[in-house]
């Protein structure tokens, strides 16, 4: 059905592939393509080829991308392409917000220290705010560090209860398009639509960029799905509380039964769905809930469909991670370089321990996860060790994850709480929401 799109595209590709075009120049193409896609009053710029195969992968390609797997891959394929692939289909509810126009233009700029910072865009709703940004400098910035970024409204820090990103920084650049990704704890109720952002950089010297801009847009109320239904998975009972779809994410409250014997980890499938069969599911390429291992209740954000209208619309869940309380952690001796208790059921094995740092192996989760198995531990004492730092890397077969902890914390034994684990409950789960 798409063997026509598929040999235009790798025509274009073969041709792409002849030519030497710089990684920033396919990144300018996919941001002038995406204001293409949000004001019918810019006109796409046609002299430059790279924008031209932008805007018709962006324009024409955006349906054969969702449907076609094959097609998929040989757009990420092109240079500079993979996060515009990773945008439209990890994330339906940004492509959603950018079809009715929710996205807000801005344009406000500040120069300081010879860097230009510019605000493109805004999309905010009661959950979080994504800024589209552009940092220029006549010099090379793969030196510089991003530090302090805070948003304030109204005489109020928006950032103090929030998780945020910087996004992707692309090396040996002078033009950085990227976008900040906000995630607030609780959901904001604004007083006025005056912001401000402080955005500072480590470079030579430390710049402070103090942007304030003002958004024109009402910002909705959530639609609340009211439920408090029980819900139970291999004998572990947890409530389904409520349901609100936002523009960027849908929040979604659960309540963990206290008397369950298992320990409730990562859900890996967990979706909204219409009558049509059509998917909103967990958000991948970002903050996933709130909450960890240690609350009775929990948030988990999921793709939005605020800007579908479905007759019926169902919450699903399959895959859920968990074990037993009782087991649901390794106990080590940094300084014997022992593991004195984890988990019996044996699928992460333990391969390496040093004076303050292990390495663990295990079968693949699933395909491309991005989560870590461990977020802190726990000394002796009950203080926090905080692990600063912690990789993953394949060998093909296994996946191998290794952690640091900070030393300073460490007063043995320590206790690490696992946050993922592929160990998983019998069953799945069906709501009717609508």
Not at 109 to 123: A, L, R
Not at 325 to 348: A, C
Not at 350 to 356: D, G, L, P
Request: no cysteine; aromatic share 10%; glycine share 6%.
């Amino acid at each position: 059905m798409y063997e026509k799109e598929e040999k235009m595209l790798n025509e274009s590709k073969e041709q792409l592939e002849q030519l030497a075009i710089p990684d920033q120049q396919i990144n300018d193409a996919i941001q002038q393509g995406f204001y293409k896609a949000n004001s019918k009053r810019r006109k796409r710029k046609k002299t430059i080829w790279t924008l031209a195969v932008a805007a018709i992968l962006i324009l024409t390609f955006i349906t054969s991308i969702r449907v076609s797997p094959a097609f998929a891959n040989a757009v990420a394929s092109i240079p500079g392409m993979e996060r515009f692939v990773d945008l439209i289909q990890l994330d339906k509810g940004l492509e959603a917000i950018i079809e009715n126009d929710y996205y807000e233009p801005i344009g406000v700029s500040q120069v300081k220290d010879n860097m230009t910072f510019t605000i493109d865009g805004i999309i905010l709703d009661e959950t979080g705010m994504e800024i589209f940004y552009t940092l220029e400098a006549p010099f090379s910035m793969e030196d510089i560090q991003y530090g302090k970024l805070e948003v304030w409204n109204d005489g109020k820090n928006l950032s103090e209860d929030s998780a945020y990103s910087f996004g992707h920084m692309s090396e040996k650049t002078n033009r950085i398009v990227e976008r900040f990704s906000f995630t607030f704890g609780k959901a904001k109720q604004f007083t006025s639509h005056q912001f401000e952002l402080n955005f500072q950089i480590e470079n030579d010297k430390e710049t402070t960029f103090t942007v304030p801009f003002t958004l024109k847009n009402k910002i909705p109320q959530g639609k609340v799905y009211s439920l408090n239904e029980e819900v139970e998975m291999d004998g572990q009972k947890m409530l389904v509380k409520d349901i609100t779809v936002h523009p960027l994410r849908v929040a979604v409250n659960i309540e963990f039964n206290e008397q369950n014997d298992m320990e409730i980890l990562q859900f890996e499938d967990m979706r909204l769905e219409d009558e049509n069969g059509e998917v909103w599911s967990s958000i991948q390429n970002g903050t996933s809930g709130f909450g960890g291992i240690e609350n009775k209740e929990r948030t988990y954000f999921l793709q939005s469909n605020y800007f579908k209208k479905p007759k019926e619309l169902y919450f699903k869940m399959d895959k859920v991670q968990a074990l037993p309380k009782e087991e649901s952690y390794l106990l080590v001796d940094f300084g014997k370089k022992k593991i004195l208790k984890q988990p019996s059921i044996g699928k992460v094995k333990v391969t390496n321990i040093e004076s303050n740092s292990l390495t663990v192996k295990y079968l693949p989760i699933r395909e491309n996860h991005s989560y870590s198995l461990f977020s802190q531990g726990k000394n002796r004492n009950g203080g926090v060790v905080d692990i600063p730092t912690q990789s993953m890397r394949s060998d093909g077969e296994y996946e191998y994850s290794e952690i640091t902890v900070n030393a300073a914390d460490i007063i043995n034994p320590v206790r690490i709480d696992y946050i993922a684990y592929p160990n998983y409950l019998d069953g799945s789960v069906l709501i009717q929401i609508k």
